[in-house]
């Protein structure tokens, strides 16, 4: 049987939510039917390198944020040429536009995945709205249009995304690399030298206006007068002591002594299962948090502000609280410290039910299988 060819291109391949979730998709895939390429508009960045060791091919094209010339917009032409695809894959916005402006050389058909969600439509960058409003205009000519929330079709079909051509399929978590894990929360808390009995509120993610660190950073100053003996832990690209915004937030909230910021790192699951709140502060612009579905695997229960599907993919196992509102996030996170351990372990428990149930990585690469196939 001929193997379906899928070309997969991508904006960047650094370490946010959707980049994270293209690689685990294609640790998934079925390679005795389907055989994917990757193409990334900017560099290799984190992912490039674990991606080739699967064995796909990665080429990349080397563009600079803002910067587009029409030497780049060739050579992906010219790398989707070499690739011979069955169907192209758009990953993000200005992907999604290079793969249908591409298909005006490479006649197969493209798809999309839009990742994001938004506050406004105005409140974006300029290239980013461009992108938008040109994708719009084009998206009657998508095979198909796959959003990774409900919120974010509900956002973007009324700018002119073509209705008839939208689906959703979420992003999903492995229920066998994120679990719950004793010895995690032993090691990482040895590592940070708190008491074994630390009680350790996460917020994992990239450094970005759309996370509202100083939310989170608030709701912690308020949490920390109350409760002695929780630790606030924040991990992701630029969230580091390195970064002076942070910094002087922290100083400023005299969380100093209370907060460990960790910057990136490589053993996400072992630092997931390590915490007893997993938490989303974000104030817009989050269509589905993957590090939320990554927390409910490890029976963690999570606090997340109401944007995009985080309430849906949270449901009855955690606290929902409005953006940009620190008392009131503040006060979700002292409800479950409140709650007990035992409470905690029982949302936990309910959580990864449901991260496993309905958003596992096995099935949402069965989703996107079908679909290709579909295409054929």
């Not at 290799?44 to 563009?63: C, H, N, S, Y």
């Not at 030497?71 to 249908?100: C, E, F, S, T």
């Not at 679990?179 to 994992?204: F, K, N, Q, T, Y």
């Not at 206006?209 to 992701?236: E, T, Y």
Request: proline share 6%.
């Amino acid at each position: 049987m001929k193997k379906l060819r899928v070309a997969f291109l991508i904006t960047g391949l650094n370490g946010g939510g959707a980049e994270t979730m293209l690689y685990h998709m294609l640790r998934f895939m079925d390679r005795e039917r389907f055989e994917p390429v990757v193409i990334s508009m900017m560099d290799r960045g984190k992912f490039g390198d674990p991606i080739e060791k699967m064995g796909i091919p990665v080429q990349t094209v080397g563009l600079k944020p803002g910067q587009v010339t029409p030497a780049a917009a060739w050579r992906i032409v010219k790398y989707l040429r070499a690739a011979r695809p069955d169907v192209i894959q758009g990953w993000m916005y200005h992907a999604n536009l290079a793969a249908q402006l591409a298909r005006f050389f490479v006649r197969v058909p493209v798809c999309w995945c839009i990742q994001s969600s938004f506050l406004s439509f105005a409140a974006e960058k300029p290239l980013t709205r461009l992108a938008i409003r040109l994708t719009a205009r084009m998206s009657r000519r998508a095979a198909k249009v796959v959003y990774v929330s409900h919120v974010s079709r509900t956002q973007h079909e009324p700018l002119g995304f073509f209705v008839e051509r939208g689906c959703v399929i979420p992003n999903g978590v492995d229920p066998a690399l994120f679990v719950p894990s004793a010895e995690a929360r032993r090691s990482v808390r040895g590592e940070l030298g708190v008491p074994a009995d630390a009680l350790l509120i996460g917020l994992i993610c990239r450094y970005h206006p759309q996370k509202d660190h100083p939310n989170f950073l608030r709701a912690a100053a308020i949490l920390a007068r109350k409760w002695p003996d929780v630790r606030f832990v924040l991990a992701g690209y630029d969230v580091n002591r390195q970064n002076p915004a942070l910094m002087e937030l922290v100083s400023a909230l005299d969380l100093d002594s209370r907060i460990h910021m960790l910057g990136e790192r490589n053993d996400m699951p072992r630092l997931t299962a390590a915490l007893d709140i997993a938490t989303s502060s974000s104030s817009y612009g989050e269509a589905l948090a993957l590090a939320l579905a990554e927390a409910m695997a490890c029976e963690v229960p999570c606090v997340v502000t109401d944007v995009g599907d985080s309430a849906l993919l949270v449901g009855p196992t955690g606290v929902i609280v409005p953006p940009s509102d620190s008392e009131a996030f503040a006060g979700g996170l002292a409800s479950l410290l409140s709650a007990g351990p035992e409470k905690r372990r029982e949302l936990g428990k309910a959580a990864r039910i449901r991260a496993a149930e309905g958003y596992s990585i096995q099935n949402i690469v069965r989703s996107y299988e079908a679909l290709y196939e579909s295409l054929k």
